[in-house]
Nanobody, 120 residues
Framework: QVQLVESGGGLVQAGGSLRLSCAASGRRLSINAMGWYRQAPGKQRELVARIRSGGSTMYADSVKGRFTISRDNAKNTVYLQMNSLKPEDTAVYYC??????????????WGQGTQVTVSS
């Protein structure tokens, strides 16, 4: 019943920037935290950044100083501004959210992913 729709992925040259967006929807949806994960071929999915409802954020060490996560609580939308991109940032990026609806308990939801490719 909860859907997360991602956008903004694409191909970019090293040093360039991309901005990812993810909009969550559902019946009377209430979100506690939203975040971004990524998974490169042959590697385990890893946390990139996360933001709580109060605005606090956390980042993977590999992206600190380059990526910025933000959210619009009224729209249940999370953004990831990615600057100074490196080839090692190449991966499928997944949006996720922890929350609940009028007819569900607290759950974790995932988007289908958006491809980010950084060329050298």
């Amino acid at each position: 019943q909860v859907q997360l729709v991602e956008s903004g992925g694409g191909l970019v040259q090293a040093g360039g920037s991309l901005r990812l967006s993810c909009a969550a929807s559902g019946r009377r949806l209430s979100i506690n935290a939203m975040g971004w994960y990524r998974q490169a071929p042959g590697k385990q999915r890893e946390l990139v950044a996360r933001i709580r409802s109060g605005g606090s954020t956390m980042y993977a060490d590999s992206v600190k100083g380059r990526f910025t996560i933000s959210r619009d609580n009224a729209k249940n939308t999370v953004y990831l501004q990615m600057n100074s991109l490196k080839p090692e940032d190449t991966a499928v990026y997944y949006c996720n959210a922890d929350g609940y609806t009028s007819d569900s308990d607290l759950s974790t939801y995932w988007g289908q992913g958006t491809q980010v490719t950084v060329s050298s």
